[in-house]
Every structure is written in C-alpha cells, then in structure tokens.
C-alpha cells in the first residue's frame, strides 16, 4: 500500500529534481576556450601537468603549449599569456603589448596581494595600475666548491657570515702553487657593476640619495670609498682574487672556464644557476651555496619573474584564470613569490634543503632592482669604468669615483 507520506516524499523530490534541471538549463555553458602559453623545453613536463590539472578545473578552457626554442624568444607574438623579468615591464607597457590587469583584479574577490613576497607585486604596477603577477624571485649568492673547501680544510660559509669570515676564507682557499684562487671577482659583464655595489651598500653606502626614487648620484660618498678600498684589497693586497692577467687570460671564458676547472673557491651567482642548470654543461665539483657575506648591512639583489597577458588576446578571463592558478603553482626554479610556497617543505624538495634555507635567508635581505635605475645608465657606465680602474689598479677608490661624480655633474 502506497503510504501518504512516501508519496508527499516522492512529490517533493520530483519538484526539486525539475527545479535543479530548469535552473541547469537557465545557465548557460561557457564556450571553448583556448589560450596559447610559451615554454622552454626543461619546463614540458611541468607545464604539461599544470594545463591537464587547470583543465580539470575549468573544462571550457585549454591551454595550448607552445615550445619555444633557442632562437625563438618572442614570447608574445601570437600567444594569450607568457612570463616576462621585471625589468621588461616598462618597455612591454610602452610597446602596448600587455594588458592591465586591474579590472581583472578588483573583479576577482579571491585574489590576495598579501600572499606574495613584500614588494614583488609593486615591482608590475606603474602609475596605479597592475601589469603583472609575480610566479618567482631570482637572487644573487654566495656559491662555493665543496672539494676546494675540503682540501684546504676550510670551514664552509653558514647564513649570517661576515667580511671577515668571507676573507679568512678566501685567504685559506688561495694557493698560488696550484693557480686556486680563493675568490672569482667579475671583470666583465654586468656582474663586474652588481658586485662592487653590493659591497658599498653591505658596507652602508649608497650611490644615490634614494634607492627606489633617485634624484642625486652620490658616487664618492666616504662609505662607499671605504668599500672599493676592501674591495681593491681582495686583488691587490690579500691575492685573493686574480687581476685581469692572471685571471681571464689565463682560464678560458671568465669566470666561468675557472670555476669549471676547480681554480676557485667562492663566486657570486644568481639562484637560478645552481648546479649549472643555466650553463652549457652542469658544475662538475660538489657546491654549496649560502647568502653573500654581510658587513654593516646584509644586503643581495634580486629580481621578480611575473605572468602577463597579451593585450592581443581575446579571451582575457580564461586567461586571467590561468595566470592566477600558476601563480599557485610551485615555479621550477628561484623562490617562489608566494610566501607559504617557498616556507615549504615541496620547495624544500624542489632545491635540496641548503639551498632553499640560504635562498630563504637572502631573500630577507635582497633589494628588489630598481627599474627607476634604468634612466641612468649613462652614469652607471661612467661608473662601471671607474669599477674598472679600481681592480686594475690605475688609481686609488677615491681618485676614480671623485672622478666619476664630477663626469655625471650631479
């Protein structure tokens, strides 16, 4: 016998069943989207697996991964999303090549500034508006060879090293009978401009009156005399890093032929070239890696690489969709952006625990370069010239940036 009450339940249950059905014909299914990113070959498998979770996620959308090679760098072109370094913003904004992200921000309720490292963000924004979001930091280290350390007998660098410690090290490491040397200074490229500022602001001294908004070039500051005058020691007085005979000319492609060939103890290099992952042929000696030596500050460069979306695309939301879920992502290599990636234990994982502890570290102490700087490279030329005289000794620190101040006039 049919009970009432099982026929009230079966009423019911049939009226919510055709509300649930109308109200799933009311909303419409979004159209296929497809959206085209750019990789490198190294990153195939990892991307490969972010476009099948993110189609998971969002079965309208695909991400078509477009290979690029050596001799294809464009990395917009015809494509919906690409990575570009913060230094690249300006010109991207200039070009009209990208799109402001702005609009899409203040319309996504669950996106959250505040996840990512402090700074990282306002590294993609320019007159209020929002370019970019940041996937990774890049920061310049301290390496060194394990081997070289061990055979001399000396202790490895630790976080919160100093000078001192770096230059008894360096002294321990030096044996000329063997042509080591303790430490590799840069001669060439723009590592031989970064690495002596990096010692005028450890030292506390400062070539401009502002780091992030420069009005005044203060090139002779005392402090930052003080700092050239050690740094022209580690060359000209401990023999702890070559001179421009003996070292480039004498190891192939400098630094790099004599890091290869064991000859030198510590050299400075970004995070993402740990192991030679960005050389042609990976370290052949154990490394190590720790934050740069501190003095009166503890200070390092770094730089953000960020997601951007192509002003030609059509398809701004999927797109925006995409960039906010890799963003989620752990990068496959530097220090993630959000902070509760790179506390960790996958980025531990990611980069072996030592790296990822002295990554952490340096992160705590590394400016942000400053694309504002970019206007001034005429006096940063003048001054890389004036680095140069210093380490080939043809003049004091002080006579080379007194003469520098007075070449810029200002």
């Keep these: 016998m049919f009970h009432h009450k099982t026929y009230k339940l079966c009423i019911t249950t049939c009226l919510l069943l055709a509300l649930c059905t109308a109200c799933a014909k009311m909303l419409p299914t979004p159209e296929p989207v497809t959206i085209k990113f750019p990789y490198y070959e190294r990153d195939a498998a990892h991307y490969a697996a972010l476009a099948e979770q993110f189609h998971a996620r969002y079965p309208h959308i695909t991400v078509e991964l477009v290979k690029l090679g050596r001799q294809n760098t464009n990395q917009i072109g015809d494509n919906d999303v690409f990575m570009a370094n913060q230094l690249a913003v300006s010109q991207l904004i200039q070009q009209g090549a990208i799109l402001n992200l702005t609009p899409l921000i203040e319309q996504d309720n669950t996106f959250d500034s505040n996840v990512f490292y402090p700074g990282t963000l306002e590294t993609f924004q320019y007159e209020g508006k929002t370019w970019g979001i940041p996937s990774d930091i890049d920061v310049l280290l301290m390496y060194y060879n394990k081997d070289l350390f061990d055979r001399y007998g000396v202790p490895y660098p630790t976080i919160g090293w100093t000078w001192e410690d770096f230059l008894d090290r360096a002294t321990s490491l030096t044996d000329p009978n063997s042509d080591v040397f303790g430490y590799a200074i840069q001669h060439e490229n723009q590592m031989a401009i970064m690495e002596p500022v990096l010692f005028i602001y450890q030292h506390g001294g400062q ?22 005058e050690w740094y022209a020691s580690l060359i000209h007085i401990y023999n702890v890093a070559p001179t421009r005979q003996q070292g480039p000319n004498s190891m192939g492609y400098y630094p790099y032929g004599g890091i290869m060939q064991g000859k030198f103890g510590m050299w400075m290099g970004m995070l993402s070239e740990h192991g030679g992952v960005m050389w042609p042929t990976r370290w052949p000696m154990r490394w190590g890696v720790a934050p740069l030596p501190r003095d009166r500050n503890a200070t390092t460069l770094a730089t953000v690489n960020g997601y951007f979306i192509s002003a030609k695309t059509q398809s701004p939301e999927a797109c925006w969709k995409w960039i906010t879920f890799l963003s989620e992502s752990m990068p496959t290599q530097n220090v993630p952006a959000r902070i509760t990636l790179a506390e960790s234990n996958a980025f531990l994982e990611l980069m072996g625990a030592d790296t990822a502890e002295a990554a952490r570290a340096a992160i705590r102490e590394a400016v942000l370069i400053n694309p504002n700087l970019l206007g001034y490279e005429q006096a940063l030329n003048t001054l890389g010239a004036a680095f140069t005289a210093i380490r080939d000794g043809q003049t004091s620190p002080e006579a080379a940036l007194n003469a520098a101040q007075e070449q810029v006039g200002f």
């Design 207 to 228: 070539l401009f009156d502002n780091w992030q908004n420069p009005t005044r070039i203060t090139f002779n500051d005392p402090l930052n005399v003080e700092a050239m």
